[in-house]
């Protein structure tokens, strides 16, 4: 039995992924630091529904501690780390950049230290779609130039795609980065539209959007077609390799407060605000690297991903 260390595992991403793992029989060894970024509650909701499995093992503690890191490493023998846990957050960053790197960068160095001292030899890093900036030429490929990033938060992420590049050079350790396009879904964190809209929508309170005219655009993902491309990679893992996770699916933000608008059965109270600093104008993936080498394949467009994530919604209200 194969053992995945999944950092973050509290968080949606990485609550999702740990309980794949665990459905497909991998023992999951969480750790998370419960950071108050958004409501502590939901985190501890995600971990309760992981305790359930008998493979399952969470440690509470912060990826800038390495002497706690070291001690999970060296109590477990570890197959696969999954590496999701990071400050979230565009606009935050901007205010509180230096916590951003403390997190992001210094607690991914203190990770792949410790693989590299425990001999464990396979990562999966989240990354973000942030790193593209606003490049014109659309849909971005994981080729294109990323070094003009408009957010200390997606500096951040380049600046991990650059030390797990460094690590697999220097200490052969084998490493995917995905770079995920606005992941979404049932328990995603509530400050991101798509719950932001729906609860606003649905409680009859004004949705402000803050690009002028509701015209930027995203590719929009689901969050079950992360975790397909996730898990099929991880057979897979060999060097050092980027990956766009993405519905490859672009929307405009008014048309889609217009879909969570007939999903919910109630119009909203639109206002159009100034865009914001870090801000980019498009989000577009080419996924054709994925489905070449993973066979990742998207099937949730963002009609149906809205309509499974407002059942969810309402379920989780009632």
């Known amino acids: 039995m194969q053992t995945v260390l999944v950092t973050g595992a509290a968080g949606f991403i990485g609550s999702h992924f740990a309980?794949?793992?665990?459905?497909?029989?991998?023992?999951?060894?969480?750790?998370?630091?419960?950071?108050?970024?958004?409501?502590?509650?939901?985190?501890k909701e995600n971990l309760s529904i992981l305790n359930k499995h008998e493979l399952f093992k969470h440690f509470t503690g912060d990826i800038r501690d390495r002497k706690f890191i070291n001690t999970i490493f060296s109590n477990n023998v570890i197959d696969l780390v999954a590496h999701f846990a990071a400050k979230a957050g565009v606009r935050p960053s901007i205010?509180?950049?230096?916590?951003?790197?403390?997190?992001?960068?210094?607690?991914?160095?203190n990770i792949l230290e410790a693989m590299k001292k425990f001999n464990v030899g396979k990562m999966i890093?989240?990354?973000?779609?942030?790193?593209?900036?606003?490049?014109?030429?659309?849909?971005?490929?994981?080729?294109?130039?990323?070094?003009?990033?408009?957010?200390?938060?997606?500096?951040?992420?380049?600046?991990?795609?650059?030390?797990?590049?460094?690590?697999?050079s220097l200490h052969a350790i084998d490493i995917f980065a995905f770079r995920f396009f606005t992941v979404y879904g049932p328990a995603q964190r509530p400050e991101m539209a798509i719950a932001k809209f729906t609860d606003l929508i649905y409680n009859g309170k004004p949705v402000t959007l803050f690009d002028g005219k509701g015209l930027t655009g995203r590719d929009y993902?689901?969050?079950?077609?992360?975790?397909?491309?996730?898990?099929?990679?991880?057979?897979?893992?060999?060097?050092?390799?980027?990956?766009?996770?993405?519905?490859?699916q672009v929307i405009k933000l008014i048309d889609l407060v217009r879909i969570i608008e007939k999903e919910l059965g109630r119009n909203a109270e639109i206002i159009f605000g100034n865009k914001q600093p870090g801000d980019v104008d498009i989000t577009f993936a080419d996924i054709d690297k994925a489905r070449r080498v993973l066979q990742y394949n998207p099937g949730t467009d963002i009609t149906n991903g809205i309509k499974k994530?407002?059942?969810?919604?309402?379920?989780?209200k009632n």
């Open 19 to 43: 309980k794949k793992m665990l459905e497909n029989n991998y023992r999951v060894i969480s750790i998370d630091n419960l950071d108050d970024f958004y409501d502590v509650q939901i985190k």
């Open 95 to 109: 205010i509180n950049p230096i916590e951003y790197f403390d997190v992001n960068v210094q607690g991914t160095i």
């Open 125 to 168: 890093f989240a990354s973000s779609s942030s790193v593209y900036g606003n490049n014109r030429k659309v849909p971005f490929s994981e080729s294109d130039n990323v070094d003009n990033p408009v957010s200390p938060y997606a500096a951040s992420k380049k600046a991990c795609e650059l030390i797990c590049s460094t690590y697999n």
């Open 221 to 248: 993902t689901y969050i079950d077609d992360i975790i397909q491309g996730l898990y099929y990679s991880v057979d897979k893992i060999k060097g050092f390799e980027i990956f766009n996770l993405g519905e490859s």
């Open 309 to 316: 994530y407002c059942e969810w919604y309402f379920k989780a």
